[in-house]
């Protein structure tokens, strides 16, 4: 039996139907809804903000995973909170004061995530790795759904899950960007504790038959 978490991304839902596609996700094998906000400045792109979280979490019944693609996040933290996130991550790129910002998010009650892109290596982790909730590791650039994977992912994630057992941490693994059912067992091998996939599951026929494929690779 394993804990791999499913998260589908909702960035690739038909936003004509959120509601369907959130309640599709709720009534799935999927464990979170995945939910990417995007400001146009830290990533070349402009997701969907507040009242449209908003409207997601009226109809969830899931934990809300949301990941912060956004410059100087410390300012919306509460907000958020309030929005009814569960996980908060924020980009380790966006951050001047990581460890300021991990508090801030906790003390909301929150789990504290923080989000590594492809180029940066994982050893900046290294003083905080026990103040981690989640580490979501960019397995493409972020700021769209539908890149392919990004394949050194592999190795930040055994280097990653190598760190988290050294410091005794508790922290959960997130793989994020290009998930298929093609890559989702060798990533779960690498040490991934959480699959975040967009593309794959809301482009598919039968998006809750996809979750279902997911759940069954990696359990
Ligand atoms: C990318 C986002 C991802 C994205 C994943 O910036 O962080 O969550 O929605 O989409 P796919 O699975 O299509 O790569
Ligand atoms: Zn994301």
Redesign the pocket.
Known sequence: MSNIKIAP?L??ADFGNLQRDVEMVDNSMADWH?L?I?DGVF?PNISYGMPVMKAIEKHATKPLDV?L?IIDPDRYIKTFAELGAHVLTVHYEACTHLHRSLQAIKAEGMKAGVALNPHTNINVLEDTINDIDLVCM?S?N??????SFIENTYNKVRDLKALIQHKRAKTLIEV????TSKNAKALVNAGADVL?????VFKSENPTLTIQELKDITS
């Not at 994020?176 to 998930?179: A, K, L, M, Q, T």
């Open positions: 991304s960035l690739a995945h990417d995007m990533v990941h693609m960019m493409v972020p700021g769209f759904g539908g890149q994020d960007g290009g998930v975040v996939a967009g593309s794959f």
